[in-house]
């Protein structure tokens, strides 16, 4: 016989196991056994009340670890009959939980001995079942019997043994490890961008991004809206959209600056924001520039390498080309010079331009010169110099007694007595003066025997060969009769003064002392600069003397007395004249001038004076006081009437004289004009700016700023069939003419016999499907 032995095997702190799997497990277990139905139902009661109790306690079940060998269920296997055991002798007992692995509980039991048999206990979180102790689903447990295993919106997992509680996104666990929190992901998203404005709200589960305006809400996130892409033409003229976070901003186009809204041209060529070669030239254009190597270079602007001009046909020179940066020059041999169309060579004629070409006589030729030289020089080897022949050396030069040489020739010289012939070479006896004077210096004459006698004019002597004549110095014997200073010169003397004297007119030998100035007022000049002067002028050269000196140009006549000019008197010439007396304490400081105290003014300090003074046409009648008119008053006369002789208008209050306060929109003295605010771009083609920066286009234009031409503009007949007698139609027709200009042609249509009239009504703007110039209006 086999008992079984069922024992509590949940308590307060176990984890409740399903329902379904406690059923299944009860028949697998109970059925093959044959348990009654009294006993299952008693099991199935003492689970029941032990999963009430659980929930009592604690609405979520709970999953612990410990006391894993306490409250299990106990199956107790035994063999043969009670009668049986006490009639034999015991046997030795076997430890059935020894044998083999896993045992005969199983893995998911602890198995425990007892004399002649064994106790298997499941561990917590399975149930003994016929093959065992089989793990419970708690979950499905939980949910049939209406418990929570976990809490709200948390997912219940089943696992070996126990389970485990998942939150969705959105939601952390909890501390307790079964209920979900949710997460606020506006403490750390990013998404939202809140740094530029923008809100997010945190939501259950999950959040939601308030955008502001420039950003649409986008997956949870505020995306930037592109306004450059969404809305077309948002920056006119040449003004360019360029996309911020959450908004847009225009720019003017590379070429251009500007505010984006208004863009002028930008002249790269004189900010140097261009890239033309050093050897270019730069050319500005509207929005660009352009770049044009000079002449001389070649290149695209931008990089220009010199041309050599001089490898095309000698570029027409007559003797040499030389290649130089951004052109060439035309180079002529030595001996010409450069004409003046610069390509021809013309000689240069050496013996004009320069004079130290040859030393003595110079002869021009073709691309040179030759150097020729004078009788009695030869050329030196450099071609240039001259050097003198030394004649005596060939054959004495021709003399008959002695030879000397001199530059370019030589002399013959013959001794005494004998003279030289009129051939300035052969010597001979003198006898008369006919030939070379007699040989006398000075004058010759017959002696005595036909003998020549030489004598010498005066001043002069004759010397010890009889025939020279030598000066004689008349400044040794008694220094000439000067009486200061001798000077001997060929044949006579002079005689001069020492520093400070000059020479007597009556005797020209004796000197006089000089005086510098030249001593008046009847004073005699005894020594250099020094004069003997009369009583009352002890003045430098005997000037009269006046102390103090003569002021405001006075000129001293004698001592102490001055020769005043006009407008001046008084001792020293220092007391000023008034023709015309200074009156009210006035004090005369210069030739009819008055020096004023502070309360009066004029020439001779009549005009009162009113500090401060009188203002709005006020007149100063005493001191301090102002006579006022046009009914001003106060004591300067700064009180402004208020009198408006014209009404102001417009609303407008007078508040002084002729004086309007005007209301907002009119400006004015009389509040006349409305004030208008002018239009940025401004208004084109005579269109006037309205309300809210916006043009107001005339008849013809349209666009924002007027800016374009539309039909009709001006009409010109272009041709006509004939007279249209009855009913017409007009239509205009714009099509694209000539050089991409869009042309708009009136057409009138006779409806009888449909001849045509056309006119030439206008122009519209460049068309924009065929070129992509800058857009221009013609008329």
Not at 317 to 345: K, P
Not at 464 to 473: F, G, K, L, M, N
Not at 590 to 602: E, F, L
Request: glycine letters at 10%; hydrophobic letters at 25%.
């Amino acid at each position: 016989m086999m008992s079984v032995c069922f024992m509590s095997g949940l308590d307060s702190s176990s984890t409740p196991k399903p329902a379904a799997a406690l059923w299944s497990s009860l028949s697998e277990l109970l059925l093959p056994l044959k348990m009654s139905v009294r006993r299952f139902l008693s099991v199935f009661l003492m689970l029941f009340v032990t999963l009430s109790a659980e929930q009592e306690e604690n609405e979520v079940l709970k999953h612990i670890d410990t006391q894993q060998t306490t409250d299990q269920i106990e199956v107790t296997f035994t063999t043969g009959n009670l009668s049986e055991t006490t009639h034999k002798p015991s046997l030795p007992d076997v430890d059935e939980c020894r044998q083999g692995d896993p045992g005969p509980c199983g893995y998911h039991a602890n198995c425990t001995n007892t004399p002649g048999s064994y106790l298997c206990s499941c561990f917590r979180g399975y149930l003994m079942s016929v093959e065992g102790c089989q793990d419970v689903d708690e979950c499905v447990l939980a949910a049939v019997t209406g418990l929570q295993a976990c809490g709200s919106r948390a997912v219940c997992t089943n696992t070996p043994g126990s389970f485990t509680c998942s939150c969705p996104a959105g939601f952390v666990l909890a501390l307790d490890g079964h209920s979900c929190v949710d997460v606020d992901e506006c403490n750390f998203e990013e998404s939202c961008r809140r740094e530029l404005g923008n809100v997010c709200v945190n939501t259950d589960g999950s959040y939601a991004c308030v955008c502001q305006a420039g950003f649409r809400e986008d997956r949870a996130a505020c995306v930037d809206v592109d306004e450059c892409v969404e809305e077309q033409h948002v920056c006119v003229g040449r003004g360019e959209c360029e996309n911020t976070l959450g908004s847009y901003r225009c720019v003017c186009r590379r070429g251009y600056r500007g505010n984006g809204t208004h863009c002028a041209d930008i002249n790269e060529c004189l900010t140097g924001d261009h890239g033309c070669d050093v050897n270019a030239r730069c050319g500005n254009i509207i929005g660009s520039y352009f770049c044009q190597c000079l002449q001389g270079y070649s290149g695209d602007g931008h990089s220009c390498y010199d041309v050599d001009e001089c490898a095309q046909d000698n570029r027409m020179c007559e003797h040499d080309c030389m290649n130089q940066l951004g052109t060439y020059s035309c180079v002529c041999s030595a001996g010409y010079a450069i004409s003046a169309d610069l390509h021809n060579c013309t000689d240069v004629d050496e013996c004009v331009s320069s004079n130290d070409t040859c030393e003595q006589t110079c002869t021009n030729t073709a691309g040179s010169f030759l150097c020729l030289c004078q009788h009695g020089y030869q050329l030196h080897i450099d071609r240039r110099s001259c050097v003198d022949i030394d004649e005596c050396k060939l054959q004495n030069g021709g003399c008959s007694h002695d030879c000397t040489n001199t530059p370019g020739g030589h002399e013959c010289h013959c001794p005494f007595p004998l003279l030289l012939d009129h051939h300035n070479t052969t010597c001979v006896n003198v006898t008369s003066c006919a030939l070379r004077n007699g040989g006398c210096d000075h004058i010759c004459s017959l002696g005595a025997e036909g003998r020549i006698q030489c004598s010498c004019r005066a001043g002069w002597e004759l010397s010890a060969d009889q025939r020279t004549c030598i000066d004689v110095d008349e400044c040794v014997s008694f220094n000439g009769g000067c009486e200061q200073v001798c000077m001997n010169h060929a044949g006579g003397f002079n005689c001069s003064c020492r520093s400070g004297f000059e020479l007597r007119k009556d005797d020209p030998t004796k000197c006089q002392p000089l005086c510098e100035p030249a001593c008046l007022n009847s004073g005699v000049c005894v020594a250099p600069n020094t004069c003997d002067c009369p009583a009352g002028y002890p003045g430098p050269g005997c000037s009269a003397m006046c102390s103090p000196p003569c002021a405001h140009g006075g000129s001293c006549m004698r001592w102490n007395v001055c020769l005043c000019r006009p407008g001046w008197t008084g001792d020293g010439c220092h007391t000023a004249v008034c023709e015309l007396p200074c009156a009210n304490g006035g004090r005369c400081v210069a030739p009819n001038t008055c020096q004023c105290p502070s309360d009066y003014s004029g020439p001779q300090c009549l005009t009162p004076l009113c500090s401060p003074p009188c203002v709005n046409g006020g007149k100063c009648v005493d001191i301090n006081t102002c006579s006022c008119s046009d009914g001003w008053t106060g004591a300067r006369c700064q009180i402004e009437p208020i009198r408006c002789v014209s009404a102001c208008r417009n609303g407008g209050v007078c508040v002084g004289l002729n004086r309007c306060q005007c209301v907002d929109g009119f400006t004015g003295s009389l509040c006349e004009t409305a004030v208008t605010t002018p239009c940025v771009p401004p208004c084109q083609h005579g269109s006037v700016c309205g309300p809210l920066n916006t043009c107001v286009c005339v008849t013809g234009t349209s666009g924002i700023r007027c800016e374009k031409l539309v039909c009709p503009v001006v009409t010109t007949v272009v041709s006509m069939a004939r007279a249209v007698r009855k009913g017409f139609r007009e239509s205009y027709v714009d099509r694209c003419g000539p050089l991409g200009v869009q042309l708009c042609t009136k057409y009138r249509i006779n409806q009888a016999r449909v001849y045509l009239q056309a006119y030439r009504v206008g122009y519209k703007i460049q068309c924009p499907d065929k070129t992509r110039r800058t857009p221009s209006s013609l008329q």
